[in-house]
Nanobody, 119 residues
């Protein structure tokens, strides 16, 4: 089994910054890709940023230039550095990972961390 645990959420004023972390633990062969999703009140869960095993990244248009996703493979951890935060960024942020366990590719979700941006 694999567990994903997010941390770093909180309350910040508009224009401020936060750094989210997600650490994977358990037994697995390799983390193929990791991603951050978010879900705001009244909206569907959406992909914010993804990072693959070759460190290639993708971002939602709404966060390009403001958010940066990175990974530290030795610690099985992915980060989301968020800058120039806006009230529209308020959401629960979820970590997601595609993980190789033996011969199987499995997908896992964290429980989420709340990010609130005040105007």
């Amino acid at each position: 089994q694999v567990q994903l645990v997010e941390s770093g959420g909180g309350l910040v004023q508009a224009g401020g910054s936060l750094r989210l972390s997600c650490a994977a633990s358990g037994s697995f062969w390799k983390i193929v890709a990791m991603a951050w999703y978010r879900q705001a009140p009244g909206k569907q869960r959406e992909s914010v940023a993804t990072i693959s095993s070759d460190d290639s990244t993708n971002y939602a248009d709404s966060v390009k230039g403001r958010f940066t996703i990175s990974r530290e493979n030795a610690k099985n951890t992915v980060y989301l550095q968020m800058s120039s935060l806006e009230p529209e960024d308020t959401a629960v942020y979820y970590c997601n990972a595609d993980v190789l366990t033996g011969l199987l590719l499995r997908n896992y979700w964290g429980r989420g961390t709340q990010v609130t941006v005040s105007s």
